[in-house]
């Protein structure tokens, strides 16, 4: 089960941080990833983060204003977000997988997806 939380309403330039645990899973044998899908556009990859931490990637859109983080205690990924615009608007959802560089570009062919949490910049 994947369960995120964090999303709201924010002004352009603020910050959120975002949430997603992890049950069913050992989490720490596992890459994680973020991601988003605005309104009439398809999902696409925002962050992901190997299974220790050591390894992350970030898309170009958000490159120096989002980073992600594990806690693998905790089996939770975090997405801090700063500086945001209003094209960051979205419903942001997280995924795992064995390899990062799945999470990192298309096709993301998951069997299931939690219910996402919604970020909505005003400018």
């Known amino acids: 089960q994947l369960v995120e939380s964090g999303g709201g309403l924010v002004q352009a330039g603020g910050s959120l941080r975002l949430s997603c645990t992890v049950s069913?899973?050992?989490?720490?044998?596992?890459?994680m990833g973020w991601f988003r899908q605005a309104p009439g556009k398809e999902r696409e990859s925002v962050a992901a983060i190997d299974w220790s931490g050591e390894t992350t990637y970030y898309a170009d859109s958000v490159k120096g204003r989002f980073a992600i983080s594990r806690d693998n205690a905790k089996s939770t990924v975090y997405l801090q977000m700063n500086s945001l615009k209003p094209e960051d608007t979205a419903v942001y959802y997280c995924n795992l997988d064995a390899n990062w560089w799945h999470l990192a570009s298309p096709p993301y062919e998951y069997d299931y997806w939690g219910q996402g949490t919604r970020v909505t910049v005003s400018s």
């Open positions: 069913g899973r050992t989490f720490s044998r596992y890459a």
